[in-house]
């Protein structure tokens, strides 16, 4: 009887090309050039674009106007604006504040009593119309000066209502002294209203700080299609000027997620500079002045610093 011979052992199945690959170096590790390594990346997800710092102007005027606006509420217009203005003030601008919100969150985070005032932006807008320079007011920061506004501004659309030309009245106030400045900002109030409207139809660009959120991102299409449509109707020189991430927390998928939609959106648009979330905002608040002289070395205060670089990048050189 014949003893069977063992079976030859089966080699196994080898995967399949077309899903694996293996790279394989020509050369040790150790010899690959250190100056081939990727470019870091920002928390946009896209790699970090140099910025200039900002040139030295020997002129003021004529300002751009940025309208900070968003119609959801708690995104950080406010905020935003504020730290904002005050680090394009850091950069040697002359920077005005516009608060067209009726809760005055803007005047009282520059620590002013904007209950007590008798003349704010409401008298810039409605008959009888106050001189532009009576409302003015000096912060405490150098080159930074504030129109605030309180509960009376409440009021203004429905008084605006029968106005001929209603849509420009804003830029009618603003234009005695766009001169004098090289950016204004414009805090928004959370809605599309008639105050917003004004403020869009003499701005030269709007920023869009945008909370890293569901429901924030669904309200960007609202947003820019009104726009669009004030550009069509009432501002043919409006543009986005970019959207700002606010509230970032790199540790939560939903962030990251979101983070990389808004950016496949609407691409260059966003800038790098994204906030994130700290304690230090609310204590600037109660403090009544920017971060970047409450907190200078603070994370906040150089995100707005870095975020100042940028919208004047953006804006190009003075002439």
Not at 15 to 44: C, F, H, I, K, M
Not at 215 to 227: V, W
Not at 272 to 299: L, M, N, Y
Request: glycine share 6%.
């Amino acid at each position: 009887m014949t003893t069977p011979e063992p079976s030859t052992p089966q080699a196994a199945p080898r995967p399949d090309d077309t899903q694996y690959q293996l790279a394989v170096n020509s050369r040790p590790v150790d010899d690959v050039d250190e100056d081939r390594s990727e470019p870091e990346l920002g928390p946009t997800g896209r790699p970090i674009r140099p910025v200039p710092e900002p040139e030295l102007i020997d002129h003021h005027g004529p300002a751009t106007i940025i309208a900070v606006c968003n119609q959801k509420g708690g995104v950080g217009k406010t905020t935003s604006t504020i730290n904002l203005g005050a680090a394009l003030a850091e950069c040697g601008r002359r920077v005005l504040l516009v608060d067209l919100d009726p809760q005055g969150a803007l005047s009282a985070g520059l620590g002013v009593a904007h209950h007590d005032l008798d003349e704010t932006v409401h008298n810039l807008l409605v008959p009888p119309h106050a001189a532009t320079d009576d409302v003015l007011m000096r912060t405490r920061i150098d080159g930074l000066d504030l129109l605030p506004s309180n509960i009376d501004l409440s009021a203004a659309e429905i008084q605006l209502v029968n106005e001929v030309g209603r849509e420009q009245t804003l830029a009618r106030a603003l234009h005695p002294i766009v001169d004098r400045y090289d950016f204004i900002l414009i805090d928004c109030q959370p809605s599309l209203g008639l105050l917003t409207v004004n403020a869009l139809a003499c701005a030269d660009s709007v920023l869009i700080p945008m909370e890293c959120e569901y429901f924030s991102l669904r309200g960007l299409a609202l947003l820019t299609d009104t726009i669009d449509k004030v550009r069509d109707r009432l501002n043919m020189k409006l543009e986005l000027a970019g959207i700002v991430v606010t509230m970032f927390d790199a540790r939560t998928l939903h962030s990251r997620e979101v983070m990389a939609r808004v950016v496949e959106v609407f691409g260059d648009a966003v800038y790098d500079t994204v906030i994130s979330r700290t304690v230090r905002f609310p204590e600037t608040s109660v403090a009544g002045e920017p971060i970047t002289s409450w907190a200078p070395k603070s994370a906040g205060a150089k995100a707005y610093r870095a975020l100042a670089r940028e919208v004047i990048a953006r804006n190009g050189p003075k002439k």
